[in-house]
Each structure stands twice: as structure tokens, then as C-alpha cells.
């Protein structure tokens, strides 16, 4: 079983950045991995996607603002996320073992992410 841990979640204004971490239980370096995000009565929308070549795929609403980028040697998955603005707001959760722009077999529990205007 692989279990993800997220963290950097937090509060920041429109415009500020934040870096979100996940943390794996084993190698991630064959794992395609995403983060995902949901705010309240929304659907889970993926946010960006790396495949195990180091390969990324962005959706549009986050191009040229995030950026996901992965440390095998650490078994760790981060996404930086700079201009940040309210329709941001939302908890973001990682996942690996799947397919860019499908379906992923573990999830973390997530981290809430606050941008107010």
C-alpha cells in the first residue's frame, strides 16, 4: 500500500506563492503522479501531472503559474504555485500510480489552500 502525505498548504493573499510537498512511502520513480485539486461544490479537477520520464501536462487555468516537478531520491512531489488568486482556493491532493488525465490508485488526504483577494 502507498500512502502520500501532503503539506505547505496554508493562507496567502492574491498574488503570493506557496509550495505544496508529497511525501510517498516508496519510490515514485516508475509512478506517473498528479495533484489534484476540489473546492466545496466543485468536481476534483487535475491541476498538473508529471509521468515517470519527468514529462508535465498543465490544466489551462494554472499554465505559466504552477509548476510540478518530482525528487525520486527523496520519494517526494512538489508544486509550486506563484500568482495565486481566489478561484485557487481549494484542497489539493497528490496521487501516483495512474495515468495524466485519468484515473490514479493511491491518494493522499490532502492540504487546504486559502488565497484571498
Known amino acids: 500500500q502507498v500512502q502520500l502525505v501532503e503539506s505547505g498548504g496554508g493562507s496567502v493573499q492574491a498574488g503570493g506563492s506557496l509550495r505544496l510537498s508529497c511525501t510517498a512511502s516508496v519510490s515514485i520513480g516508475t509512478y506517473n503522479m498528479a495533484w489534484f485539486r476540489q473546492a466545496p461544490g466543485t468536481r476534483r479537477e487535475e491541476v498538473a501531472c508529471i509521468d515517470f520520464n519527468g514529462n508535465t501536462i498543465y490544466g489551462d487555468s494554472v499554465k505559466g503559474r504552477f509548476t510540478i516537478s518530482k525528487d525520486s531520491a527523496k520519494r517526494s512531489l512538489y508544486l509550486q504555485m506563484n500568482g495565486l488568486k481566489p478561484e485557487d482556493t481549494a484542497m489539493y491532493s497528490c496521487?501516483?500510480?495512474?495515468?495524466?488525465?485519468?484515473?490514479?490508485?493511491?491518494w493522499g488526504k490532502g492540504t487546504q489552500v486559502t488565497v484571498s483577494s
Open positions: 496521487a501516483a500510480s495512474g495515468w495524466c488525465g485519468s484515473s490514479f490508485n493511491y
